[in-house]
């Protein structure tokens, strides 16, 4: 109901863009932590530790040693995911500044124009193409697990390939995303701007206020 009866469609997409900063952190911290498992076993391998620990008198082969995972290039998603934020920060006060102005503002004809591209925020995070493996899920930013079901994986097209060892599939999906939150961040603050422009162009509320009050004056005391 909300929804239905707002001038502007209800959309704060400052907890997207924190939500979604959370998630690069996230893949960053994972790389890290396979990397030092895989170093710490190798180095366990290296000192013998599995063999020393083995049933003598059973015959026992040490596991072979595994290639570090390699370092993946973040950086287009973390400058996507930058600009989402300052945009979606923009966009924040933009909004405040048209709840607090004048009434008349709501009245705006461009409004009508920003309710249809806020109606596009959320499919810009959908790639014609889709994840690489799956094409027919299209969002960049949430997709259901190849093994898991119902349960969801963020930003999948690096996350997943992480999972399987797939490091430039990782790498490539990481400039896919980025890619998709660098569009998201130009919708968000194209809207920022027009909805700048319209409080802009209405007259401050405190003017508006005054006039109201000196109309009222004058017909209480007759003229």
Request: glycine share 6%; no cysteine.
């Amino acid at each position: 109901m909300r929804m239905a009866d707002a001038d502007v469609l209800l959309y704060d997409p400052s907890g997207s863009a924190d939500t979604i900063s959370r998630y690069v952190k996230e893949l960053k911290t994972e790389l890290k932590e396979k990397q030092d498992k895989v170093r710490e076993k190798n180095r366990e391998i290296e000192e013998g530790v599995f063999t020393a620990s083995a049933d003598p008198t059973k015959t026992y082969v040490a596991p072979p040693k595994e290639a570090v995972p390699p370092y993946l290039n973040f950086a287009p998603l973390e400058n996507g995911s930058e600009a989402y934020t300052r945009a979606a920060k923009r966009y924040k006060q933009a909004f405040g500044r048209l709840a607090e102005s004048n009434p008349t503002v709501w009245d705006s004809p461009e409004l009508k124009t920003i309710n249809e591209k806020l109606m596009q925020t959320e499919r810009t995070f959908t790639t014609a193409e889709g994840l690489k493996e799956r094409p027919w899920f299209k969002h960049q930013i949430y997709a259901p697990g190849a093994y898991t079901g119902y349960g969801a994986k963020t930003i999948p097209a690096v996350r997943e390939m992480m999972e399987e060892d797939k490091w430039q599939d990782a790498d490539a999906g990481a400039v896919i995303a980025g890619a998709v939150l660098m569009k998201q961040a130009a919708l968000v603050d194209s809207i920022a701007a027009e909805l700048e422009q319209v409080v802009g162009q209405a007259p401050p509320a405190t003017q508006t206020a005054k006039k109201h009050r000196r109309a009222e004056e004058r017909q209480v005391s007759g003229r």
